[in-house]
């Protein structure tokens, strides 16, 4: 069995903290003394089973992230197996599950296809859910974790399905709901779902609403600014935890993406305005380099940084729930 790092989990690993994910899998293989292979790449591997004296009949490539070279995939009788969960070829990539809610599409799907020796999610469908979907629960408030627990049982049994079914073996027959031609200018127009990067989760203050940037929060975990320091170059990211909308203020007078620290409902809160004159409120705040911070104290300690005195009648009620 070979568990692959993602480059997103090596990143947030090493600069974070943030511990590697442990899969069942690897939990399962470990338990039935099956050899575990962890790569971060296949390059210069050329495994290290004997296949003379343990043949392969076939690889299956769940979540895995890395491309499987031609000549692994060539070791097996059948090739390999991937389970996707998309209706491929939609979100072909990395991230389908994340790309699907910051999209935010209403249904879900499972592919299973065989693995391309040269490119990702570019297999033969063998079985896939029929299109539209199916509708994901509570599509405008469900997280990526809530929506990988609702997929992962019916990958699983597709899966199953089709090794019984002996989908792969040859001629296999393509399924997909698409029937085009996958090298066309209509196959490359479907939304793709490329690896999740740091570069994600900065707000673009000057494009993203109140409701994406709340939906990129769900989605992607807690987002980042960039904040200018006196000398007006120096750059210092800024990570914001538990952003709210507060529906009942509006500030009009306000720079968008501009830290404001004012009072609402007669406490001090740590408050932004958004693009489309919506406010914002901020729970805590990590400065780059620093500890987390509750963001009111955050604002005061690092006055020059975050904090901008609110204008005269700059904050108003709006009575807006």
């Not at 991230?95 to 693995?115: D, E, K």
């Not at 019984?164 to 939304?191: I, M, N, T």
Request: neutral net charge.
């Amino acid at each position: 069995m070979i568990s692959a790092a993602s480059p997103y989990e090596l990143y947030m690993s090493s600069t974070f903290n943030v511990p590697m994910r442990l899969t069942p899998i690897k939990n399962v293989a470990e338990s039935l003394k099956l050899p575990v292979h962890e790569r971060g790449s296949f390059e210069g591997w050329e495994g290290s089973w004997d296949h003379a004296l343990h043949p392969v009949n076939l690889i299956i490539a769940v979540s895995f992230g890395l491309l499987i070279p031609r000549e692994v995939l060539r070791s097996a009788a059948y090739g390999g197996l991937n389970l996707h969960p998309s209706l491929l070829p939609e979100f072909r990539g990395a991230a389908p599950l994340h790309h699907i809610l910051l999209s935010g599409r209403r249904h879900i799907g499972v592919s299973l296809q065989t693995l391309h020796p040269t490119r990702f999610d570019h297999g033969t469908v063998l079985a896939q859910t029929p299109y539209p979907g199916d509708e994901i629960p509570s599509p405008d408030t469900c997280t990526v974790q809530e929506l990988k627990d609702f997929v992962a049982p019916k990958g699983a049994a597709m899966l199953v399905r089709g090794i019984c079914e002996k989908l792969f073996l040859p001629p296999v027959q393509d399924v997909s709901w698409w029937k085009g031609d996958r090298s066309s200018d209509g196959a490359k127009s479907f939304p793709r779902a490329p690896k999740v990067t740091p570069q994600d989760s900065q707000v673009a203050w000057s494009t993203w609403t109140a409701a994406e940037i709340l939906r990129r929060q769900r989605v992607l975990g807690p987002l980042w600014t960039q904040v200018k320091e006196r000398d007006g170059e120096t750059g210092t990211r800024v990570i914001m935890h538990g952003l709210q909308e507060a529906p009942r203020l509006r500030a009009p007078t306000w720079k968008t993406g501009h830290f404001y620290l004012a009072k609402a409902d007669t406490l001090p809160r740590l408050l932004l305005r958004t693009c489309d004159e919506r406010v914002l409120s901020v729970d805590q705040i990590t400065v780059e380099g620093r500890p987390r911070m509750d963001a009111v104290a955050a604002a005061h300690r690092y006055r020059e940084l975050l904090a901008h005195e609110s204008e005269h009648g700059s904050l108003e009620e709006t009575g807006r729930d």
